[in-house]
């Protein structure tokens, strides 16, 4: 049987939203063979996020997949939040997903199957890699902003991506829990720092394209916009201070020891993968 899969959802002040999401989420999760699980971390809203999240998952107690909502008091950042939700997961396989769902649900299989195969143990979505797969596009001035700050993360911090603040991400946990760990930033800039431990740590990332569609109201604003370039100066100054390196010397201390697990399974067989040979072939 396939492994279980844990969601992580951070959300701050997504009460008009987070129904439908979670809704979709559960869905998808009851659909799958293997159990599933999804967590909201809200991260000191104000509205009634935490209160809209409990009365979703309450109302699908009786379906397979099982939700929870862990509440963060005071608000402390996306990447607080995300953090939080990783280290809470249950299982081995975990991806954070916006709380907008701007990726449909569906491309879910991108991020998880890479790594339910054994050959990846960081797979994330990019909307760069081929932008035929995105529909509706962010306003014109805000998507050459994200070019001009991905440019800026490869320039500063040697990361060979195309795009680091995708919000989909998947981690194999049993080798990524250092680096969620050893990770510092509370704000914008966690994806980056994520992804530099990571990298620096020799891991198997794999950046993937997925559809996805602008969806307004979101939380990013030029202010976050413009702390995100100062964090990614903070992630070279702690780089060269060495507040990385324990996080990096455990997360390849745990890629050696994974190196001859089988492909992750509930019960221990093996699992036929869904991974074409075009994706098995980008490995970075």
């Known amino acids: 049987m396939p492994s279980s ?5 951070p959300a701050y002040n997504e009460s008009a939203r987070i129904a439908k999401t979670l809704r979709e989420v559960i869905a998808y999760l009851d659909e799958q063979p293997g159990d599933g699980e999804v967590i909201v971390v809200d991260d000191g809203s104000k509205d009634d996020t935490s209160k809209v999240a409990e009365g979703v998952i309450a109302t699908h107690a009786r379906g397979r997949a099982e939700g929870r909502v862990i509440r963060v008091e005071p608000n402390r950042g996306k990447g607080h939040a995300v953090r939080t939700g ?6 081995t396989v975990t991806a954070f997903f916006d709380a907008d769902l701007s990726m449909p649900i569906t491309e879910t299989p991108k991020l998880v199957e890479p790594i339910r195969s054994g050959q990846y143990d960081v797979v994330f ?11 509706t596009h962010q306003p014109w001035t805000r998507e ?5 700050f991905n440019l800026a993360v490869r320039l500063a911090t040697g ?7 995708c919000g989909f991400k998947a981690f194999r946990m049993d080798v990524c829990r250092p680096v969620v760990e050893g990770a510092l930033i509370d704000r914008f800039g966690f994806d980056v720092e994520l992804l530099y431990i990571a990298h620096h740590a020799q891991l198997r990332l794999l950046e993937y394209p997925v559809r996805w569609n602008d969806v307004a109201g979101g939380s990013v604003s030029l202010k976050t916009g413009l702390q995100s370039f100062g964090e990614v100066r903070q992630i ?3 780089a060269r201070r060495g507040l990385y390196d324990e996080a990096i010397r455990r997360a390849r201390e745990a890629a050696e020891r994974a190196k001859d697990r089988r492909p992750l399974t509930i019960d221990g067989e093996g699992i036929e993968s869904d991974v074409s040979a075009e994706l098995a072939g980008q490995r970075i």
């Not at 990783?86 to 299982?91: G, H, N, V």
Request: charged share 20%; no cysteine.
């Open 125 to 135: 979505g990019s909307r760069a890699l081929d932008r035929k797969l995105v529909g």
């Open 86 to 91: 990783l280290l809470a997961a249950r299982s």
């Open 159 to 165: 990361l060979p991506f195309a795009d680091t603040q």
């Open 5 to 9: 899969l844990s969601i992580v959802i």
């Open 236 to 238: 070279r100054t702690n």
């Open 144 to 148: 050459q902003s994200g070019r001009v």
